[in-house]
């Protein structure tokens, strides 16, 4: 059985930096065909892709978010990463990680997701 688990800070203050990792069991990260991704949904709205990091550990991310995102990856600890930057109320939001797979094209696993809130 997969299982994604969220982890970071529940409270970033404007401008800064905010960082969550996703903890994987049950799979690998390299695992081919699979990529693993970051999806937000604020308050009251929908989900919105983030990016992903794939299983060879290319990126891809979605425009609006890419000036201030990475997402990397730990494969010795099966972790990847969220960090965006020059945070606002506006990323005010609960954070999912997820796999996707390629093969079934939809996303088969996903974490709890945690609540992020940009408050000063």
């Known amino acids: 059985q997969v299982q994604l688990q969220e982890s970071g800070p529940g409270l970033v203050k404007p401008s800064q930096t905010l960082s969550l990792t996703c903890t994987v069991s049950?799979?690998?990260?390299?695992?081919?065909?699979?990529?693993w991704s970051w999806i937000r949904q604020p308050p009251g709205k929908g989900l919105e892709w983030i990016g992903y990091?794939?299983?060879?550990?290319?990126?891809s991310y979605s425009p609006s978010f890419k000036s201030r995102t990475s997402i990397s990856r730990d494969t010795s600890k099966n972790q990847f990463t969220l960090q965006l930057s020059s945070v606002t109320p506006e990323d005010t939001a609960v954070y999912y990680c997820?796999?996707?797979?390629?093969?079934?094209?939809?996303?088969?696993?996903w974490g709890n997701g945690t609540l992020v809130t940009v408050s000063s």
């Open positions: 049950g799979d690998s990260i390299t695992t081919n065909y699979y990529y």
């Open positions: 990091i794939s299983y060879r550990g290319t990126t």
């Open positions: 997820a796999r996707y797979s390629s093969h079934w094209v939809t996303y088969d696993y």
